[in-house]
């Protein structure tokens, strides 16, 4: 990925997205990885056996603040976690898309996961209107009106409870971003930003990495050859790279 890439938080106040950017991924350890997925749902299915994680309170609270009901549109973290204590599944796919789902199910926040190189031009957060449909990984097209969406030049691409088909990221992406989807007053997504980033620098050879969160409508501007900068009418800022 050699274009620029830049992306910009509409919902301020009530959304304030976390970011992380992933460059250059050439090998994963696959099996220290699976050996950890294992031990961690292991002990999220003992912790978490019976009543809602607490954690959940907070991306309902996010979806309730913009007019989304939680219960009809799950947030996907919600959905998963259903799924593991109901049916004792949890969908493999490939180790990026695995180690992305766990980290949702460990943390209670919704993740988005894109490959960049499928991704068109700046990538504004917003709510949807009547033309932002797309479809689904393993569903029909979905309607976006009303609710939280990542849209690009080519159109909607991402949303806390289902990703599209178009961007999704394969076993051989090399360039994605994860988007944490977080309640504006969640006093852990500092936190929880930057040890998901440890995380899959843990088990991911990785070239350059990026983390921010989105707390204002500022544009942030990401290149592959130089560092992320933030982009406003008087300024351009450029603070170094993780």
């Known amino acids: 990925m050699s274009k620029p890439f830049s992306i910009q938080n509409s919902l301020p106040g009530k959304l304030n997205p976390g970011v992380n950017v992933f460059f250059g991924i050439t090998e994963c ?4 990885l699976e050996a950890f997925i294992e031990r961690q749902l292991d002990m999220l299915g003992k912790a978490h056996a019976r009543s809602l994680p607490p954690g959940f309170a907070a991306s309902r609270q996010l979806f309730k603040s913009l007019g989304i009901d939680p219960t009809r549109h799950r947030p996907s973290a919600e959905a ?3 799924r593991l204590r109901d049916k004792n599944e949890f969908p493999r796919v490939n180790p990026l898309v695995d180690l992305t789902n766990l980290l949702s199910l460990k943390y209670q926040i919704s993740f988005g996961l894109y490959d960049l190189d499928c991704i068109q ?3 504004r957060i917003t709510l949807g209107n009547e033309n932002d449909h797309y479809l689904g990984i393993g569903k029909d097209r ?3 009106i009303g609710k939280i969406v990542l849209r690009d030049s080519s159109g909607a691409f991402g949303n806390p409870s289902a ?3 178009r961007t999704r ?3 051989k992406s090399t360039h994605i971003i994860q988007v944490l989807f977080f309640h504006a007053q969640d006093g852990l997504k500092e936190t ?3 040890e998901s980033l440890s995380c899959f620098e843990s088990f991911f050879i990785l070239g350059k990495t990026f983390s921010f969160l989105l707390e204002t409508n500022e544009e942030q501007g990401i290149s592959l050859e130089g560092a992320i900068c ?3 009418a008087s300024a351009t800022l450029w603070p170094s790279p993780n």
């Open 80 to 82: 998963l976690w259903r």
């Open 142 to 144: 979905l309607n976006f």
């Open 230 to 232: 933030k982009t406003n």
């Open 121 to 123: 031009g700046p990538v």
């Open 169 to 171: 990221v394969h076993e």
């Open 29 to 32: 350890q696959t099996e220290r």
């Open 163 to 165: 990703d599209s088909l």
């Open 192 to 194: 929880i930003l930057s």
